[in-house]
């Protein structure tokens, strides 16, 4: 029997976060690690404490939004916002720090992850946003999709 490597496990981990998303569109699942601790998990969905779309429906489904454009229309953050807003929460670092996350930043995600001092970026599905890939290019961190 051979083991899994890191990558694949930790991706594995994004995957079952993934599973608690509340997003009607597209389930999302991200985690941070460094020095091969788990720092902070996060999914897409609503703020804590207020209604999910699985509950009222998806408002960019109702307004014919497509995927990748318009996100300040939307309840839900992004599993990579989350993980840093429970990293902030907790008192933890991500500077140094690789993330793993079901699918590849968006823009607004990437530019958040940069000023993080995230190191590295781990995805499974690609998305739409060149000028995030550029961004992430200038600012020299590693972006790689995962098989």
């Given at each position: ?90 008192g ?47 600012a ?7 098989k």
């Amino acid at each position: 029997m051979e083991r899994i490597s890191w990558d694949e496990y930790y991706m594995e981990i994004a995957k079952l976060v993934a599973k608690r998303s509340t997003c009607l569109r597209r389930k999302v699942g991200a985690i941070a690690v460094k020095d091969k601790r788990i720092l902070a998990t996060g999914y897409n969905g609503a703020p804590t404490g207020l209604t999910h779309c699985l509950d009222i429906g998806c408002l960019r489904e109702q307004l014919n939004i497509p995927s990748g454009e318009r996100h300040e229309l939307c309840r839900g953050l992004h599993a990579e916002q989350n993980v840093i807003i429970q990293a902030a929460l907790h008192g933890v670092s991500l500077k140094g720090a690789s993330l793993y996350c079901t699918t590849q930043p968006c823009l607004i995600c990437t530019k958040m992850l940069i000023n993080c001092g995230i190191k590295a970026i781990y995805f499974a599905e690609g998305y739409p946003d060149e000028l995030a890939v550029e961004m992430l290019k200038e600012a020299k961190i590693k972006f790689k999709k995962l098989k």
